[in-house]
């Protein structure tokens, strides 16, 4: 196991489309986060994960985003008609659910909105 | 919204010399953590304090809290250009007891590291 994985690096897409965003956590850590992050900002918490329970959605996500984790593995984000104002750097990110566990991150996925 | 807020906003030294990055919090936290992201990628674990203690160390970095002011204090000494990176604070979402929902972020120091 070699850390949270995200798949695609990068993705650019034309303007109303949609798109999807894998990641796959650390197999042994139970919690699995999605953040966005903008240029020259920190990143912005989206929802996260305990196994297959999504337990928490941020405002930011509005009613064209959603995010899955089926059988407590992999999770997707996908993003529906997507808008310019959606390009960012997507982050996924796994922690084991005991008390204050410090985060592993993937490499992120760009998204370019065009 | 994001809880943190790292001070100063970027910051250049030569090698050799200490960087000092501050971060400032507003509601009570369970623990804050550091972490490091190079330009493009994910962002690094570097660090937890929890809020009883006061200092910890780990190799060339130190990390204070001062939970009557809210704040925390990044140090590395003896910088290396490898640690060229934007620096963020981050701490659980409004110390509730039992364990972190999530990690709230500040906006990043930009740390630039001259050879």
């Known amino acids: 196991d070699t850390g949270v994985s995200q798949d695609p690096r990068h993705k650019i897409t034309k303007r109303g489309q949609n798109v999807t965003f894998r990641c796959d956590p650390i197999?042994?850590?139970?919690?699995l986060y999605w953040y966005r992050q903008t240029l020259g900002q920190g990143p912005e918490f989206l929802t996260y994960?305990?196994?297959?329970?999504?337990?928490?959605k941020s405002r930011l996500l509005s009613d064209r985003f959603s995010a899955e984790r089926p059988k407590g593995s992999f999770s997707t984000l996908e993003i529906q008609r997507t808008e310019q104002g959606d390009s960012a750097m997507y982050l996924c990110?796994?922690?084991?659910?005991?008390?204050?566990?410090?985060?592993?991150f993937g490499s992120g996925t760009r998204l370019t909105v065009v | 919204s994001q809880q943190g807020e790292e001070d100063p906003q970027a910051l250049s030294i030569q090698e050799g010399e200490n960087a000092t990055m501050n971060c400032s919090y507003k509601?009570?936290?369970?623990?804050l953590q550091w972490y490091r992201q190079n330009s493009g990628r994910g962002l690094v674990h570097l660090i937890l304090i929890r809020s009883n203690e006061r200092e910890k160390h780990s190799g060339r970095l130190r990390v204070t809290l001062d939970t009557s002011k809210k704040s925390s204090s990044l140090l590395i000494t003896a910088s290396r250009a490898a640690d060229t990176a934007s620096y963020f604070c981050?701490?659980?979402?409004?110390?509730?007891?039992?364990?972190?929902?999530?990690?709230?972020f500040g906006k990043g120091m930009k740390l630039t590291v001259n050879p």
């Open positions: 509601t009570s936290i369970n623990n």
């Open positions: 197999s042994e850590h139970n919690r």
């Open positions: 994960f305990q196994n297959e329970a999504q337990l928490e």
């Open positions: 990110a796994s922690s084991l659910s005991s008390f204050s566990e410090s985060y592993t």
């Open positions: 981050a701490t659980d979402a409004e110390g509730r007891k039992g364990g972190s929902e999530k990690l709230v």
